[in-house]
């Protein structure tokens, strides 16, 4: 089946570790997207990529890294930096960059600080 | 002003019953309207883009109001699995070089009750 699998789905991390998330696409799709979503909010961008090997900051970027190696994979980086990761981490993908072309998700990974 | 702006509820429904509710958005350039619909601790799926002339699918009508700069989501006749988090998305013409930049809001919380 065609779709965007996220790993780990619960991740638990210790103050002061960097964590990552995986996310891999078979869509062939060229964007691709991380979310970020805290109780009661909306998602909130962190970072996006249009092309492999090009990657663009969103709105909360500090304190996160991702890498475009492959059209197929975007995989985040948490780093100890991230002074409150606790949140739902959610990628996404889109068939191009063109405004208007729908976005899916990944089922998303659960971050706990603990 | 947010970009997005939905009242977060929750909307109580009798079961059968029809529920309304709208998104505001700021930026009168705004270009492409969706729904989505989250279940809890899960990712939001695509329930269904909203058109200028509006769109119905099934028991559910979207409707854009760009004078007023907000959208609108009916449901009718509804049913228990309709409980969920509606999001309100909607193309931000922020001027990254890339587009396809997403403006999440909050979400209508319905609960649809026996």
């Known amino acids: 089946d065609g779709g965007i699998t996220q790993s780990p789905k619960y991740l638990f991390r210790k103050e002061g570790q960097n964590v990552t998330l995986s996310c891999e696409q078979n869509?062939?799709?060229?964007?691709m997207y991380w979310y970020r979503q805290d109780p009661g909010q909306g998602l909130r961008l962190i970072y996006y990529s249009q092309i492999v090997n090009d990657f663009q900051k969103g709105d909360i970027a500090e304190g996160y890294s991702v890498s475009r190696e492959k059209k197929e994979s975007f995989p985040l980086t948490v780093t100890s930096a991230q002074k409150n990761p606790t949140a739902f981490y959610l990628c996404?993908?889109?068939?191009?960059?063109?405004?208007?072309?729908?976005?899916?998700f990944g089922e998303g990974s659960w971050l706990t600080v603990v | 002003r947010k970009e997005v702006e939905q009242d977060p509820g929750p909307f109580n429904v009798p079961e059968g019953a029809t529920v309304a509710f709208n998104c505001t958005y700021s930026?009168?350039?705004?270009?492409?309207f969706f729904w989505y619909r989250q279940d809890c601790r899960k990712e939001p799926k695509l329930l269904m883009s909203v058109y200028s002339s509006g769109n119905e699918d099934g028991r559910f009508t979207a409707q854009l109001n760009r004078a007023s700069q907000y959208i609108s989501l009916l449901i009718r006749d509804s049913k228990l699995s309709d409980s969920a988090t509606y999001l309100c998305v909607v193309t931000a013409p922020k001027a990254y070089y890339g587009n396809n930049r997403l403006a999440f809001g909050k979400g209508n919380q319905v609960v649809v009750i026996p």
């Open positions: 930026n009168s350039a705004s270009q492409s």
């Open positions: 869509l062939n799709h060229d964007a």
């Open positions: 996404a993908s889109s068939r191009t960059r063109l405004s208007g072309n729908t976005i899916y």
